[in-house]
Nanobody, 115 residues
Framework: QVQLVESGGGLVQPGGSLRLSCAAS????????MSWYRQAPGKQRELVAD???????NVADSVKGRFTISRDNAKNTLYLQMNSLKPEDTAVYYC?????????WGQGTQVTVSS
């Protein structure tokens, strides 16, 4: 089983930046994919970006060119660098980890973009 803890959310003005972190523990060696999702009030959870064990990345069109997903294997941590933030990026951001047996989710971190 994998445990995930997100951090780094907060209130930021439009055009600002934040870096989210997701610390993983447990059965880390079995993870083959990690992702960032977000859920805004009244909307479905949507995929923001993901990265495979081979470092192949995918970023949603809505954030392409502004958000970057990366990971530090030595620290067992997944990151989401968010630049040029917009009010529509406001949401709870979740990381998840895929293993052959299950998908694990973190508790989420709130990102609010507002002036």
């Amino acid at each position: 089983q994998v445990q995930l803890v997100e951090s780094g959310g907060g209130l930021v003005q439009p055009g600002g930046s934040l870096r989210l972190s997701c610390a993983a523990s447990g059965s880390i060696s079995s993870i083959y994919r990690m992702s960032w999702y977000r859920q805004a009030p009244g909307k479905q959870r949507e995929l923001v970006a993901d990265i495979t064990s081979g470092d192949s990345t995918n970023v949603a069109d809505s954030v392409k060119g502004r958000f970057t997903i990366s990971r530090d294997n030595a620290k067992n941590t997944l990151y989401l660098q968010m630049n040029s933030l917009k009010p529509e990026d406001t949401a709870v951001y979740y990381c998840n980890a895929w293993t052959p047996s299950r998908v694990s989710w973190g508790q989420g971190t709130q990102v609010t973009v507002s002036s």
